[in-house]
């Protein structure tokens, strides 16, 4: 995104259902122009005045602060569970959801199975209408049981009944969002951005994006049809994205989702050098935790509490902050099952750095190298791979 988008992308309403004949338009002025669609959109909204608390995510404008939802069922009915250590009720989850729409939160990512029930049930009553939905397709897990067959599915039939079924969990009838996670070796990303070129036509998925995807997929995705949305690890830990997706983005006008932005709550200041983690807790696995790794990588945490210090702010705060402050069409999704912890995320929107700062603050960043790889071996594998060609 060049300058003059950025402005005139921040000014622009959250999205808003088009009519067909206005969509087709304004499709096809988009195509001629080599843009993404929802920048025409924004230009025309340009004279509106902007509320300081939103920012453009791709064809979106909302709350700078997401709330990620990626629960699963623990032990007894009624228990939830994180990837990590936290844990609630289903209860208090949804009770969470609604706070965080309450709060102002406009953007809320979630992804099969339990958690999509959970956010749907939670936004009944109307508050559907306030957020921007956004769930993900790409492993293969029957649609209808959630058993997980093993290994990735997108193909264009399957795309289309786990949609079907998202909207039955998510009590909706529409999703705004939907990534591919992850891209599956076998479909051509051409097929994939047809079918959901296809279901945005039909009126059930309104955007799509891609979770950790090539850069040669994200191109031919998007030149197939427009990819609103890039979400890939990104924060102070894991600065992988810099050098080439986030570039890539400001090119095509793609907005961009950094998960595990308080880096699996490292950067919130919960994990000290004698941390140990067991599985379930996915951090068990992760390099960068492991015991030879995390006593040197402690040199980053000690530099967001003094920089949390310096500004009045808590370290998950400083690290949220710094995300959005990198580019204007980055909204991160900091996940949590605690009610305090989401009123301190949600505030961080407030929490800016002068020029200067963020100066300074970038090379203290790059000073600290980080050790341990970021995922698993066999997570990471999935990560970064380009969809076969389309014959
Ligand atoms: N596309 C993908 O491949 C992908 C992969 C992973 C995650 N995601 C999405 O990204 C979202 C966020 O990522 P994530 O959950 O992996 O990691 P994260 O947001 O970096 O960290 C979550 C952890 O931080 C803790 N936490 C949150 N706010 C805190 C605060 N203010 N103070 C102290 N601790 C805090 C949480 O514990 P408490 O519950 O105790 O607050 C939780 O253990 C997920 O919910 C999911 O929607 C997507």
Request: aromatic letters at 6%; charged letters at 20%.
């Amino acid at each position: 995104m060049k300058s003059t988008t950025s402005k005139v992308a921040a000014a622009a309403p959250m999205t808003r259902r088009i009519e067909r004949p206005e969509r087709r338009r304004w499709l096809a002025a988009a195509a001629t122009l080599g843009v993404a669609p929802w920048l025409l959109g924004a230009a025309a909204a340009s004279a509106a005045p902007s509320a300081t608390a939103r920012r453009r995510l791709g064809p979106f404008e909302v709350y700078p602060i997401g709330l990620g939802v990626q629960w699963h069922p623990g032990a007894g009915p009624q228990a939830v569970l994180d990837q990590y250590a936290s844990s609630t009720t289903r209860e208090q989850g949804i009770a969470l959801i609604r706070r965080a729409v309450d709060l102002g939160v406009m953007l809320f990512d979630t992804a099969p199975f339990m958690s999509e029930t959970l956010v749907g049930e939670a936004l009944q009553g109307g508050l559907r209408e306030r957020v921007v939905l956004c769930s993900k397709f790409g492993f293969d897990i029957d649609p209808a049981t959630g058993q997980f067959r093993g290994g990735f599915n997108s193909r264009p039939d399957h795309i289309r009944q786990v949609v079907d079924a998202q909207l039955r969990r998510l009590r909706t009838d529409r999703i705004d969002l939907l990534y591919q996670h992850r891209v599956d070796p076998n479909v051509p990303i051409e097929d994939v951005a047809g079918t959901l070129k296809e279901l945005a036509r039909q009126g059930k998925v309104l955007h799509y994006g891609l979770s950790e995807p090539g850069l040669q997929t994200i191109r031919r995705a998007h030149k197939e049809y427009p990819v609103a949305v890039i979400e890939s690890e990104y924060s102070m830990l894991y600065r992988g994205v810099e050098a080439q997706v986030l570039p890539l983005c400001e090119e095509l006008g793609i907005g961009f989702v950094p998960w595990s932005p308080l880096g699996m709550g490292f950067l919130a200041g919960t994990i000290n050098a004698t941390s140990r983690f067991r599985s379930p807790d996915f951090r068990a696995a992760v390099p960068r935790f492991a015991p030879d790794a995390l006593p040197a990588n402690m040199a980053l945490v000690e530099l967001v509490k003094t920089w949390a210090a310096r500004k009045n702010a808590t370290p998950a705060q400083i690290s949220l902050a710094w995300l959005t402050a990198q580019k204007p069409w980055i909204v991160p999704i900091p996940g949590t099952t605690n009610v305090a912890h989401l009123q301190e995320n949600v505030a961080s929107a407030s929490v800016t750095f002068s020029a200067a700062e963020l100066k300074e603050l970038n090379a203290a960043v790059a000073d600290i190298p980080i050790r341990g790889a970021r995922l698993p071996p066999d997570v990471l594998a999935a990560t970064g791979v380009e969809a076969p060609p389309k014959r």
